[in-house]
């Protein structure tokens, strides 16, 4: 293995670029033609196109042009939403490809799977999914399940394939393995053949990884929406078509007013989004290192009540360091600078190098190999010439894993063996004094917060067959070392910030109950002094278990049947449950829970593969900011349905009242288009970028079942938008009966709806900011809508062009003065009730704080 030194980087960039990427071709993504052809479907596009059909039949040709011009301005608008959400869903199928370690330019590199080449040399472990076809250059006790491929579901035992063989098809298919095959036990290298399309999964067409689309209960909710407005506009449409012309105006612009209002009701911006969101969202959330892998764990995250979190890994480091060894009755504990090791513990070191992978993977076998080189690596504890005969992987009976080595000088073998306490005192055959004195040891390293680690040494004579089992060597106990995993910088802010948004974080660790302990008070869990372990859990029924899950937060030895078990308690108590996990053995917890958290870093992929979200850097408070963006997301999106709702009340009313008033039309069609053009980015872009609220994460979490347009917001919205319409029709009105005739009139009416459009997307950016606040200068694309409304508005009205094309008559200063006072005086009722709020919330702290 040292002497493989795999491809160049510069090998790899070129045949990557020669062969493409390790990846089947994806056929969800959306070409320009498809999302046109989508657009054309649409009812929006096609009331605009039957309009402008009116107005040609009606001789009105500037009308015409001016709304094929708005049609593509709007085509443009959609094709850039459509186009930006298809560019973060692709950047998320890239995040979610398995990932891969290869050997380049003789070292070890963690690439993603897709930017495997032939003939890169491929490290497989544990938990791993095979990234292409290949063959074995090096292996031990590899077991690699290929059920996905052929169908069979016993595990597949690999072998090397003979030197000889190379390039020549090896009939043997356990020479060989297979894209999509998941390695269930033991290591190997594996030398690439095949990727992408031209492995055996590509013929099959499987898919690896995707992202998955499904209807989410915002989705239901905002389907019903949209049919319910549909058909509402569909009655008033055919109502409006009926009277005008009975009014005596004429079919044609009888219909062309049933259009037009059928175009103000239609709530086009709903599926918008929704799309938008959940797309820019879930690029949102990888930004914070959360990969999305299903949409609704959007609508989940925000509502998470319990984080049940791994200790290693997660509120640690995961990169351990040797503090603490027991040795020939000698107990040491020092920080990560010891000067000089003394000499009772070189064999307890030495041993447990050697009880390691030559090249290890596992950060405790890391912490013993750096530790070694500081104190060790230039005395005769080096065995550079010693050769590797035979080694005993961990298994379901013993924690152990042995090592045989063999010296040159000798033909005697040397075995060495480290593993949990347990099993190694098991190993050693000792005495019952022993055992309670080695446990007493265990106890006081726990308590330091070490994680404790046997290690013990033998020798077996040569010429004689290896033993089936470790049992069989007569292990002399060589000590214990301790090692500890750094806590991460932010854990302790993020645990309380967890609390302040009421969320019980669980910590569910396999290490000791002092450990557990030491850690959790460290963190800030409370109560931290309370433990419960496997044992005890083992010996509850799940009524037990669940009154001791309401008042414990941490849990120590735990399997990972255990932790399915607390996880589908908490789900039957009521709660929202994330699940931290790793392992292979991890799934069925991840699975169980409805937000499933894998580690990106240390997590096996088939543990990715059971998860909903993965953690790209294995930090908790990555989790924690996972949670509140989650929840800024439906806030926002919240916000956004409001605003939707409020806007089209006015714009609804307008296109009404003066048909039943026997008063001239307001809104054209070509108004309704304008305000539109408005409406679409606001709602899609300009929320979904919107900040936090300050006290997002002082608010319980929300309920699952929470609607996105609940009772209470429906109402808020639609005494906003009423409010707007009383305001505008007041307007108009004074405008008529001020002796302004009906141009004049409707640019005065038209210009101070689209101002108190403006205020409504100031006020429903915040319940508790003000609508004029400073903090709306950090919002570009708030900036850019309202500066490029504006300056359109006054191009409008400054030429003679678009004032005819508008239907407009000039306005002056005193009008302009009349729209912005009366569009800004629509919204200060809002204003007042977030004033009065505020001033309660004041009061409440004051009272709380004395």
Aim: charged share 20%; with cysteine.
């Amino acid at each position: 293995m040292d002497n493989i030194s795999g491809l160049t980087e510069t090998e790899a960039q070129s045949l990557l670029k020669t062969c493409g990427h390790n990846e089947i071709p994806y056929s969800g993504e959306r070409s320009i033609l498809i999302i046109a052809r989508s657009i054309i479907k649409e009812p929006m596009f096609l009331l605009l196109v039957g309009c402008g059909i009116i107005y040609l039949l009606l001789g009105s040709k500037l009308e015409a042009q001016m709304l094929l011009c708005f049609v593509l301005v709007m085509m443009g608008i959609t094709f850039y939403q459509e186009r930006k959400s298809e560019k973060a869903l692709r950047s998320l199928r890239d995040l979610s490809s398995p990932r891969a370690i290869v050997i380049r330019d003789g070292k070890e590199k963690r690439i993603s799977g897709r930017d495997v080449v032939c003939g890169d040399i491929v490290v497989l472990k544990e938990g791993d999914r095979v990234p292409a076809d290949g063959y074995l250059i090096t292996c031990s006790n590899l077991y690699i399940d290929e059920s996905l491929i052929t169908g069979e579901s016993v595990p597949v035992r690999k072998k090397i394939r003979d030197s000889n063989a190379e390039g020549v098809a090896d009939k043997d298919s356990r020479c060989n393995v297979f894209a999509g095959g998941l390695v269930v036990r033991g290591y190997g290298l594996m030398k690439v053949e095949k990727t992408g399309q031209h492995t055996l999964m590509g013929k099959i067409g499987k898919s690896i990884q995707s992202i998955e689309q499904s209807r989410t209960l915002v989705q239901v909710e905002v389907e019903k929406l949209v049919r319910i407005f549909s058909i509402s506009g569909l009655f008033l449409c055919v109502l409006i078509t009926i009277s005008y012309s009975l009014f005596g105006y004429g079919w044609l612009h009888g219909i062309l007013a049933g259009l037009t209002l059928a175009m103000a009701i239609l709530p086009e911006e709903f599926p918008v989004i929704l799309a938008v969101f959940f797309a820019l969202g879930a690029w949102r959330l990888a930004r914070h290192n959360v990969l999305t892998r299903r949409v609704p764990v959007i609508e989940t995250l925000g509502a998470t009540t319990v984080l049940c979190v791994d200790k290693t890994g997660t509120l640690t480091t995961n990169r351990m360091e040797v503090n603490g060894l027991y040795a020939n009755g000698e107990l040491i504990i020092f920080d990560r600078h010891l000067k000089n090791l003394p000499e009772s513990f070189h064999h307890l070191i030495e041993f447990g190098v050697l009880a390691s992978l030559e090249k290890p993977f596992d950060p405790m076998e890391k912490a013993f190999q750096v530790f070694f080189e500081q104190h060790l690596s230039a005395t005769e504890h080096l065995h550079n010439d010693w050769v590797l005969i035979h080694e005993y992987p961990l298994s379901e009976d013993i924690v152990a894993m042995s090592n045989v080595w063999k010296s040159p000088r000798s033909d005697d073998y040397i075995i060495a063996v480290k593993g949990s306490p347990e099993a190694i005192i098991e190993l050693c055959h000792l005495n019952e004094i022993e055992i309670a004195h080695l446990n007493g040891i265990i106890a006081k390293m726990a308590k330091e917060g070490l994680r404790v680690i046997g290690v013990a040494s033998a020798e077996f004579k040569g010429g004689k067959d290896l033993p089936d089992q470790q049992h069989d060597f007569n292990f002399v106990f060589a000590g214990f070392i301790g090692l500890i995993d750094p806590l991460r910088e932010e854990i302790g802010f993020s645990v309380k910030l967890c609390r302040s948004a009421g969320i019980r974080v669980l910590m569910i660790t396999g290490d000791y109950s002092e450990t557990a302990k030491s850690i959790a008070k460290k963190i800030g869990l409370v109560p931290y002094d309370k433990v419960v372990t496997g044992q005890q859990i083992s010996e509850l029924d799940d009524i037990e278990l669940s009154e001791i899950i309401k008042k414990v937060n941490v849990f120590a030895r735990i399997m990972p049947e255990q932790k399915l078990r607390i996880v589908n308690i908490l789900k039957k108590m009521g709660e929202i449950v994330a699940m931290t996990g790793d392992g292979v053995n991890d799934a069925p917890a991840l699975k169980a829970a409805h937000i499933g958290i894998a580690m990106g870093e240390k997590g096996t992929d088939v543990a990715r593969e059971s998860s909903d979200i993965v953690l790209l850097d294995d930090d908790f408070s990555s989790i924690v900011r996972g949670i509140k963006t989650g929840r800024a997301i439906f806030d926002n999106l919240k916000k956004a349905v409001s605003y939707v709702i409020s806007v089209h009340i006015p714009i609804i009313g307008m296109s009404i009242f003066p048909v039943f008033m026997g008063l001239p039309l307001v809104l054209g069609p070509v108004h309704i288009v304008f305000l539109e053009m408005i409406i679409d980015p606001v709602c899609s872009i300009v929320f979904e970028a919107e900040l936090p609220e300050q006290d997002l994460m002082e608010r319980p979490p929300r309920r699952i079942t929470e609607h996105l347009l609940d009772g209470r917001t429906f109402f808020l919205s639609f005494l906003q938008g009423f409010v707007v319409l009383i305001v505008v029709l007041i307007v108009f009105l004074y405008a008529l009966a001020s002796g302004h005739d009906e141009t004049r009139s409707r640019a005065i009416t038209y210009i101070t709806l689209i101002v108190a459009n403006i205020c409504l997307i100031l006020t429903n950016r915040s319940k508790t900011r003000f609508a004029f606040s400073k903090s709306n200068f950090k919002n570009k694309a708030l900036i850019f809508v309202i500066t490029g409304t504006m300056g359109v508005l006054v191009l409008i009205n400054a030429t003679n062009f678009f004032r005819t094309l508008f239907n407009f008559g000039s306005v002056d200063l005193h009008d302009v003065l009349i729209c912005f006072m009366s569009g800004v005086a629509s919204i200060l009722w809002f204003e007042g009730l977030k004033f009065f709020n505020l001033r309660k919330t004041i009061k409440t702290v004051r009272q709380v704080v004395q």
